[in-house]
């Protein structure tokens, strides 16, 4: 692993269509811009933001999440996910986040914790070999 010395920055943009509202993916009944594919949106930033820092067959994880939805969004609105490298402790990662619709009002905001590991050791671990 590289030393993480910024603050790295990444951005993921989606629009809202029937594939990713609440009502499609199950989590709620309506034609909305769903919580997991915001939040799917924000990983996506944070593993590009650290994706150049990484040596070869290293990777992130998702460890620990606090994020709000705090505004709907409908079919057809562009959703842009930020994140931006707060800080480092040894292999654990801790980005800000948000999440802004192409009006520019925040729908979503939070925290989100990568731990960089080994792939194959981790596959290994899961897989129990």
Known sequence: MKAFNEKLSAKASTAVSGQNTAKTVKSGSLD???????????????CAACSSML??????????????????????TVITADAVLENVD????????????????IIGKGTIERFVVLEDKFMKRVNGI
């Open 55 to 76: 040596d070869e067959g290293e990777t992130t994880v998702g460890t620990c999440v606090s994020v709000t939805h705090d505004k709907a969004s409908g079919i057809g």
């Open 90 to 105: 040894g292999r654990k990662l801790t980005f800000s986040v948000q999440a802004q619709d192409d009006k520019g009002d």
């Open 32 to 46: 909305v811009f769903a919580t997991p594919m915001m939040l799917a949106l924000m990983e996506e930033a944070t």
